[in-house]
């Protein structure tokens, strides 16, 4: 166990202002850390993995990792991500979006990269809020939900990351939440791992924005909400459907290594280069 | 190194410490208290079981989980085939305190902040 945080920080560009810009008890800095874990486990350098980050907070994970770093515009972050794959598919592409970043503003590109199954890791930081903007209500903020934009509740049903980006074709889907971090170690390096378009949700409190307006009285309120109210899918399965509706599935929902699109461009630029008459 | 009580030194970095409380909340032992200052502090470090929890869920890398460096007999200290000392590195990390310590406080145009 020891050595942990000593390998976190030989991984963080330390020219930067730290303490971070997260708020207290805010859970992106441990998926920050269990990022680092999982590379550093799978055993890549430093220069052959590209972290892809669109605008939220999320996208401050750019500035502090010293990986090679795109800080991108709002929800193209896949975008960006799509073409540095293509141009060079040895590169571990990573691509951290918000909940706003990925499902509002770049909605359109999650399901187009999940269709196309492009080999890139999204991880996507569901925090239910866009919290860096003054906490407006976003396309994950349950039913009900108090927020900026709606100080009455929310009205509009809101969005499974997890059923979105199966349905739209991504090869592994799976969530995790920040409270089972080592859980969440084993999906992320899990993810970098396999072929296609991998996407993790990762469950991750906003006590600033969200959870002051919503009834947790601090930050700690809401790991605990997601220790009772999160169940692993195998026991989840198990349950009866009135039992389900209290927990939130969390573990893999798909596993298909299927081949992903930088991988059938170049055997098709190889076919070609074979026929040279073709 | 097994989990039994008293064998691990606990380290908060305070200076990166925002004084969320995740460390003191889940803590099976209670090693970790929250104090009034806003940082987390060790109290009951002989009880720390040496579970992790808290390192891997510090969100600011603020705390370090290391082995207690064993007090030895002196026959102990010897290595059996080498007649020299042990190896003194085994079992002591001096952590990333250099960096913690004397935090940056360069903003990322380089500029020094107060």
């Known amino acids: 166990m020891a050595q942990v945080t000593q390998l976190i920080h030989d991984y963080l560009r330390h020219n930067k202002k730290f303490p971070h810009v997260y708020c207290a008890g805010c859970g992106h800095g441990i998926v920050l850390g269990s990022l680092i874990r999982s590379v550093h486990s799978l055993g890549y350098s430093k220069d052959e993995v590209v972290l892809v980050a669109g605008i939220g907070c999320s996208g401050r994970m750019a500035v502090y990792v010293d990986f090679n770093t795109v800080h991108t515009t709002h929800g193209r972050a896949l975008t960006f991500a799509t073409g540095i794959k293509m141009a060079n598919p040895n590169l571990k592409v990573i691509v951290v979006m918000g909940d706003g970043d990925a499902m509002s503003i770049g909605g359109n590109h999650l399901i187009h990269a ?31 939900t108090i927020s900026a934009t709606s100080p009455f509740g929310q009205l509009e049903s809101s969005f499974d990351i997890v059923e979105m980006a199966m349905a739209s074709g991504a090869s592994y889907v799976a969530r995790g939440t920040v409270l089972h971090a080592n859980m969440l170690d084993s999906l992320i390096s899990e993810a970098l791992e396999k072929p296609g378009f991998n996407l993790v949700e990762i469950l991750t409190p906003c006590h600033t924005q969200y959870g002051r307006k919503n009834k947790f009285k601090t930050v700690v309120d809401m790991y605990q909400w997601y220790k009772k109210n999160t169940a692993k899918l195998e026991r989840y399965r198990q349950l009866a459907p009135e039992e389900q509706a209290k927990f939130t599935p969390i573990g893999v929902f798909r596993d298909e290594m299927r081949p992903g699109l930088e991988v059938k461009y170049a055997t098709l630029r190889n076919k070609l280069q074979e026929q040279p008459n073709a | 190194m097994s989990k039994k009580k008293g064998q691990a030194k606990v380290t908060i970095y305070p200076d990166w410490c925002k004084g969320c409380g995740i460390c003191a909340a889940f803590c099976p032992s209670k090693v970790l208290e929250l104090w009034p200052d806003g940082k987390a502090h060790v ?72």
């Open chain 2, 43 to 114: 109290v009951r470090e002989e009880d720390c079981v040496n579970c992790g929890f808290c390192e891997l869920h510090c969100p600011d890398f603020a705390i370090s989980v290391t082995p207690k460096e064993v007090s030895r007999r002196k026959t102990d200290t010897l290595d059996a085939s080498t007649g020299g000392p042990l190896d003194p590195s085994a079992g002591t990390d001096p952590g990333p305190e250099e960096n913690v310590g004397t935090p940056n406080r360069e903003d990322e145009n380089g500029h020094k902040k107060a």
């Open chain 1, 114 to 144: 999940a269709r196309r199954n492009i080999g890139l890791t999204a991880l996507v930081l569901n925090n239910n809020i866009y919290g860096m903007t003054g906490g407006q209500a976003s396309p994950t903020s349950p039913e009900g």
